[in-house]
C-alpha cells in the first residue's frame, strides 16, 4: 500500500499519462551542462568494457558473438528512456548467459540458428514476464530470493562458469551439460588433448587481466595519474587483451598452424529486425528458465541500482524498474539479442567514471553501433582463450564463501540456506538450486517463527521493569506466571504457544493468575484468537485467570471488535505489566 | 527445544527405558477405586454410541460394516496403553472414512476384498507415518494445518460426506466419484428412481436423531433425572434408530418387497488377523492418502485431547500422542480395520460420562468384542439408510459457515485461506484442497510480514513516550527522523524496509539522522543485516547518520557478534528512544 503511494507521488511528478511511464522525460528536461563531460567519458568507459564481455557472455551463453553485440545497443536505449536509475548499465551479464545456456541447450544445437532464435524467444518472454510483474506491482517477489539464498547461487554459479571455460581455455571440446560434476568429469578426461599454444595465449590473458584489475591502479597511481584516467585504463584491460590476443594469433597465423580457435567472421552492419517464435507449446518449455531470468535479473539489477541511486540520495522505483528492464529484453528480442539486464561490476564503472543521466547509455549505445558498423573485421582472429580468460576474471569476483563464513557465525539458518542452495546447483542444476534455496529459507523461518522465544518475567528490584528470571535477579510471587511471547501469534506458532502456557501452568499447581505480556505481539491472526479463546475457557476451567498486558493499538482493536475483550473481560487486560503485577497483588 | 526438555521432563517421571513410552503405567499403578465407575459408565455410553457409528463410518469409507466394528477394538487397546490423554475415545471417524474413499475408490471396488485390503495397508501406512513423526519429533508440522484451513476443510467434507449420503438415503445407485459436483449431477439425475420406502425410513431416522440430539435432553431434564442417565439415553440415538430400523424392515420383510438396501450377514467372531500388503509401487500410490490422513487424523484427535487434558490441568504429550494414534493404526492394520483416530464428539461424551483413566476405552473395547461375537446377526435387517442417516445426524455439527463470518470480519487474509480451502475441496477434492489451504495461509502470512508496518513517531507532550506522528499530536523536529517497524527483520522484508526508510530520507532533505526504533524486533536475518549495513553506508553517502534505540537482548548480541555494533558505532546505539533523542537534540 505504501509502496504504491509512494510511487504514484513519484509518478505524478513526472507527469500524467504515458509521460509517468519515461522517466528519463524529467532528466532531459532538466539537463545541465556540468553533466555532459561525465556522462560522455562514463559512455566511453563501459564501452570500452562492454565490447569484449559482450562477445564473451555470449560464447558463455552458447551464442554467436553478434548477438552480444546487438544485446548491447538496443536495450541500452530503451532503458535510458524507462529507467530510473541514471548510472545504470544494462547488456549481456554473466549469469543470465549462464542461464540461458542451462534453458536452452537441451532444445537445440548451442550456435545453431535455431538456438539463436530461441535465445531471442526467451528474451521475449523474460522481457513480458517483467513487465507484467511491473504492471501487477509484484516487484515484491524478488524478496523471496534472500541474501544467503543469492549468495550462494552466484558462487555456485561463478564455479559452474569458471568450470564451463577451461575447455575454451584448454582448446578442447566436450559434451555440453550444465551438471557441474559431469562438466568436471568431461574436463579432466579431455586434459589430454590440450591445446598447449592456446592454453599459453588463455593463461597470458588471464594474467594480464588480474594485472589491470589489481596491481596496475596502484603503480598508475604512483605516476601520478588522475582518478578518471586510471580508472579508463585499468577498466580497458578486456579490451587490451583482446587486441593483444588478436594481433599474435593473426601476426603468427595461430588460427591455421597451431589449432588456436577463433571467432571468426562476425557480420559487419547494424543489429537485424528479428521476431521471436510465436508457440505456446515452446513458450510453456521456455517459461522456467524466462522466470528465473526474470527474477536472477531483476534482482541483480535493482540492488545495484538501489546502491548506486542512494548515495545521490536519488529514488529508483522497483515496479519501473521492472518495466523498464521487461522493455529492454523485449528490444533484445526484437534486434538479435538475448536476455539482459543491469550488470553489478559495468554500473560501478559506469557511476564511476561520472554517468550522470540515461545519456551515458545512449552513448555506450551509439559506440557499440559503431562497432557492429565498422569493427567486426578486427575480431576474426579474436581467439575464443581470450574471450574465456575475460569470463573467468570477471566471475572470480562472483566467488564469495566470507558470506557463508558470516553467515555461518550469525545465523546457522541462514548459512544453511547458503549451502543448500550452493549444493542443489552444483549438483542439480541452477533453476532447481534457487527454487531450493528459497524453499529452505522459507521453511527455516517458518520452523524459527513456530517456536517464538517466551521469557518467564519477574520484577527488578523496586522499579517498574520486568525481566526474564533466567537472565536477571528478579522478584515473581507464587501465585502469579507472568509470561512474554516476543512473536507474532499465527497459525504456525499458537499451539506451541497454548502447549507451553499450559505446561506452566500444569507444572505450577499454586498459580491462579497467568499474565501474557504482549508487547512483542505485533499481530494475533484468527488461529491464535482461537487458540486464545481456548486457552482462557481451558484455564478458567482449571482455577486460572488469563490476563493481558502491553498489548499494541491495532492488536487491541481488533481483539475488541470480535468481541475477544468482552469475553476476556476488559478488567483483565492492562496497560503495562506493572498496573497488571499491582491489581494481581503481586508487587 | 523447550518442548523436548518439558517432554523429557515427563517421560523422567514416568520411568526409563521402554516404560517411558507406555503412559499406562503411570494410571495402573496408581488407579483409585472412585474412578472406576465413572470408567464404566463412559466406556458403556461410548460402545452404545460406537456401535451403529463405526458401521456407518465404514460403509463411507466404502468397506464392509464389519471394518469398522474391527477398528473399534484393537486400536482402543493399543491407545489406552500408549495414549497421553486419558478421555480420548479412539476409532473411526468421518473425515478420516472419507479420506480413505477418496483414496482408495481409484484403486479398486469399494466393498470388494482387494479394497478391504487396501484399506488396511493404507492404515498401516498411516500408523508407520505417525509413528515416525512421533520419534522424529515432529508433531509440530500439524501447526501449518491453521485453523481457518481446517475449518474450511471440516465444512466443505462436511458437504462432501453429506452429499455422500443422499444416494443412500434415496435408495439409488450412482457412480462413485470424489468430485463434489460431479456426484451432485448423478445424485440429481438419479433422484428419479427414489425407493420411497427407504427415504422415509432415512428421514423418520435423521429427525428422530436430531430430536435425540436437540429437544429430548431438556424434556428428560424436566423430568428430572440425572445427568449421567441423561447422557446415556441422549447418546443412545443412533443405536436407539438401529434397533426401530432394523425391527421395522425385519418385521415387515421391506428388504424384499420393497428393495430397501439392509447390511446384510455381517461376519461373527472376533476380528482377523490380517496384514497388510507389502509393495513399495503400491505404498508410493497410497502415501499422499496416508499423510493426509496421518495430519488431519492428528490434528482432530490433539485439538479434543489437549481441550479435555487441560479441564484437569492435566499434560498431553504431542509426541506421544503421535507414536500411540500411530500404534492404534497398525493395530487396525493387524485386525482388519482400517484407520482410526480420536473422534471429537466421542471423546467429549466419554469426558462428560466421567472417563478418568484409559480403562473406558478397554471397557468400550470389551463391549465391541461382545458385540462382534454375539450380536452381527442383529445387525442383517438394519437398513443402510439409517446408517447414512446417523452419517449426515454426525456431520452437520461439522458444518460451520460461523467461522468464516468471524474470519471475515476479524482478518481478511484468515477469510481466504477458508474460502480457498473450501472451494478447492469442493471443486477439486479433499486432499488437493488441504495442500491448496496450507499454501494459501502460508503466502498470506509471508505477504503480511512482507510488509511491516513502519510508523515515524514524535514526543508526547513532555513525557519520553514516543508515538505514531499519524494518530497522536506530538512533536518533531526536522533534522531528525524516528522510525518504528513493527516486525521482525528478515529476507521477505528487508528490501521493503530498505525502500520505505530511503524514500523517507529522499523526501526530507533536512534530515540528518535516521533513528530505527527496534522495540518489536524480534529477530534479524543475515539479509536483513546486509541491508542494515548497506542503509548505514548509503545514508552515510548521502550525510545522514543512522542510529538504533530500543534493541533487544538477543538480537544485541548477535549484532555485537558480527560487529556490525563496531561499524555503525556504540555510541549511536541507545537503550531507549528517550535518549536517543535528547542525544540527537531533538527533546
Redesign the interface.
Known amino acids: ?3 504504491s503511494a ?1 510511487t504514484s507521488a513519484q509518478r505524478a511528478a513526472n507527469g500524467n499519462g504515458w509521460r509517468r511511464y519515461v522517466p528519463a522525460l524529467a532528466w532531459v528536461r532538466n539537463y545541465r551542462r556540468d553533466y555532459l563531460a561525465g556522462d560522455l567519458m562514463a559512455g566511453l568507459v563501459v564501452a570500452i568494457m562492454l565490447v569484449p564481455q559482450s562477445m564473451a557472455y555470449a560464447l558463455l551463453g552458447g551464442l554467436p558473438p553478434q548477438a552480444g553485440l546487438y544485446a548491447s545497443i538496443a536495450p541500452l536505449v530503451v532503458y535510458a528512456l524507462l529507467g530510473t536509475s541514471r548510472a545504470l548499465a544494462v547488456g549481456p551479464v554473466a549469469i543470465v548467459s549462464l542461464l540461458v545456456a542451462s534453458g536452452l541447450s537441451p532444445l537445440a544445437e548451442p550456435g545453431s540458428a535455431a538456438y539463436v532464435q530461441l535465445a531471442l524467444t526467451l528474451a521475449f518472454l523474460a522481457g513480458i514476464v517483467q513487465v507484467a510483474m511491473g504492471l501487477a506491482r509484484m516487484g ?1 517477489l ?8 543469492l549468495a550462494g547461487f552466484t558462487s555456485a554459479a561463478a564455479l559452474v562458469i569458471g568450470l564451463s571455460q577451461v575447455r575454451t581455455l584448454l582448446g578442447i571440446k566436450i559434451p555440453q551439460t550444465d551438471k557441474f560434476l559431469e562438466t568436471l568429469l568431461y574436463t579432466v578426461q579431455g586434459a589430454g588433448r590440450t591445446n598447449w599454444v592456446t592454453l599459453a595465449i588463455g593463461l597470458g590473458s588471464l594474467a594480464l587481466l588480474l594485472y589491470f584489475r589489481g596491481g596496475l591502479g596502484k603503480h598508475l597511481a604512483r605516476l601520478g595519474l588522475s582518478r578518471p584516467l586510471i580508472v579508463t585504463i585499468t577498466r580497458s584491460g578486456p579490451l587490451v587483451v583482446a587486441l593483444l590476443g588478436t594481433l599474435v594469433v593473426a601476426a603468427l597465423d595461430l588460427d591455421r598452424r597451431a589449432g588456436v580457435q577463433v571467432v571468426g567472421r562476425v557480420p559487419a552492419g547494424l543489429p537485424p529486425l528479428t521476431w521471436p517464435t510465436v508457440d505456446l507449446a515452446l513458450w510453456a518449455a521456455l517459461l522456467p528458465t524466462a522466470l528465473a531470468i526474470s527474477l536472477v535479473g531483476y534482482t541483480e539489477s535493482i540492488s545495484v541500482a ?2 548506486l541511486a ?6 529508483v522505483d ?1 515496479d519501473q524498474e521492472l518495466l523498464a528492464l521487461g522493455a529492454a529484453d523485449v528490444a533484445a528480442a526484437l534486434t538479435g539479442g538475448y536476455p539482459v539486464t543491469g550488470g553489478l561490476s559495468r554500473s560501478s564503472v559506469n557511476f564511476a567514471a561520472g554517468a550522470n543521466t540515461g545519456l551515458a547509455s545512449l552513448v555506450t549505445a551509439g559506440l557499440m553501433a559503431l562497432t557492429v558498423l565498422f569493427f567486426t573485421p578486427a575480431f576474426t582472429y579474436l581467439p575464443n582463450a581470450v574471450l574465456a580468460a575475460i569470463i573467468v576474471a570477471a566471475v572470480t569476483n562472483l566467488f564469495d564463501l566470507e558470506t557463508l563464513r ?2 555461518w ?3 546457522k ?3 544453511a540456506s547458503w549451502l543448500v542452495t550452493f549444493g542443489v546447483v552444483l549438483a542439480w542444476g541452477i533453476e532447481v538450486g534457487i527454487g531450493a534455496g528459497v524453499l529452505t ?2 521453511a527455516l ?2 520452523w ?7 521469557a518467564v518475567v519477574g520484577r527488578v528490584g523496586e522499579t517498574e521493569h520486568f525481566r526474564n528470571v533466567l ?1 536477571h535477579p528478579v522478584r515473581t510471587c507464587p501465585h502469579v506466571i507472568a509470561v512474554r511471547v ?3 501469534l ?7 504457544l ?3 502456557l ?2 506452566m ?2 507444572d505450577r ?1 499454586e498459580v491462579r493468575h497467568l499474565l501474557l505480556i504482549c ?2 505481539i ?2 494475533i ?3 491464535a ?3 486464545l479463546e ?1 486457552l482462557h475457557e ?2 478458567r ?2 482455577g486460572v485467570q488469563l490476563h493481558l498486558a502491553e498489548v ?3 492488536v487491541m482493536d ?1 481483539l475488541q ?2 468481541g475477544f475483550v468482552e469475553r476476556l473481560g476488559a478488567q483483565h487486560i492492562f496497560l503495562s505489566t506493572h498496573e497488571a503485577m499491582r491489581a494481581l497483588e503481586c508487587v
Open positions: 500500500m505504501r509502496n509512494l515484491f524478488v524478496n523471496f530470493l534472500s541474501y544467503p539464498v538501489k546502491a542512494s548515495k545521490r540520495r536519488q529514488k522497483p558470516e553467515a557465525r550469525y545465523n539458518a541462514d548459512a529459507s522459507l523461518f517458518l524459527r517463527t513456530s517456536r517464538p522465544h517466551m537472565r516476543d512473536e507474532s499465527y497459525f504456525a506458532n499458537t499451539r506451541y497454548e502447549d507451553q499450559l505446561a501452568v500444569a499447581p508487547s512483542a505485533n499481530f491472526d484468527a488461529s484468537l482461537q487458540t481456548a481451558e484455564l476451567d482449571a499494541k493499538g491495532p481488533r471488535a470480535i
